[in-house]
């Protein structure tokens, strides 16, 4: 069961641009009582996908709260799909080596656990993430 006194909300969110191909990637991890610790955004020139976007934001998310020390995580992502993938025993070819890095990073953890949130609640994650699309560099800012 996940320490509630030390669990981080973990939001992410990736965007897709079909056209180039690039994908962005947003995170915030906050404290239970919504105060925001960390938060970031990525670029990769070259994404397969919406999905990989969105499970690549899921990693980062995942890796800077691990390397600031977090040990117990809610994963929170508007992603239903992925949500489904990662708490379901269904697979997607085109993601699965970054579904295994996530479980081999979710094993020094105390506790991590996923869940479906509605876009509205992850409105930040998602400015980060189509902001991201435009950047040159990555931006990571820790509050």
Known sequence: MPNLSTT???FSDGAWDNVTGRGGMGWIIKKQDGA????GSSQRRYVASAMVAETLALKEAISSATNAGFTDLLCLSDCKSLTDLITGN?????????????????RSLNSISFSFIPRIKNEVADRLAKA???????????L
């Open 8 to 10: 981080v909300q973990c």
């Open 36 to 39: 925001t610790l960390l938060q």
């Open 90 to 106: 269904s697979s997607v070819t085109a993601i699965q080596g970054i579904l295994h890095d996530i479980g081999e990073m979710s």
């Open 132 to 142: 991201a699309l435009v950047v040159v560099s990555p931006i990571s800012v820790m």
